[in-house]
């Protein structure tokens, strides 16, 4: 199991729910509002000794999914937010060791 995290623009979450709703399998995702810089922000462009001026809107989405479906779902993800401008995100992927589901005690691969 893994677990695909993503920061995105927030005008292409729109996009990005609408492709990862057409990946067979994938039982669901999270969206979460947050703020922050990355390396290439623009105050680091104008002045790299510069402090940060300001932190950027990004909406981060996570997907929990089965190894099988890894690769569809980043590149679902990485066509929906991809724009071709600077700033359109990152894209992690981190091993989840065990999955359980509460309703009914599945665990592992059957319970994502």
């Not at 990005?16 to 703020?35: E, P």
């Not at 569809?72 to 991809?82: D, G």
Request: aromatic share 4%; glycine share 10%; with cysteine.
């Amino acid at each position: 199991m893994k677990q695909v995290r993503a920061y995105i623009q927030p005008h292409k979450l729109d996009a990005v729910k609408l492709a990862l709703h057409k990946v067979s399998g994938l039982s669901g995702m999270s969206v979460n509002d947050t703020q922050g810089w990355g390396r290439g922000t623009s105050h680091k462009e104008a002045d790299p000794h510069a402090e940060p001026s300001g932190l950027e809107r990004h909406v981060k989405v996570e997907v929990f999914c089965v190894d099988l479906l890894l690769d569809e779902v980043v590149a679902t993800i990485e066509k929906a937010a991809h724009t071709g401008l600077h700033g359109d995100g990152k894209i992690y992927v981190i091993p989840v060791e065990e999955a359980v589901r509460i309703s009914s005690g599945e665990r592992g691969d059957a319970a994502v």
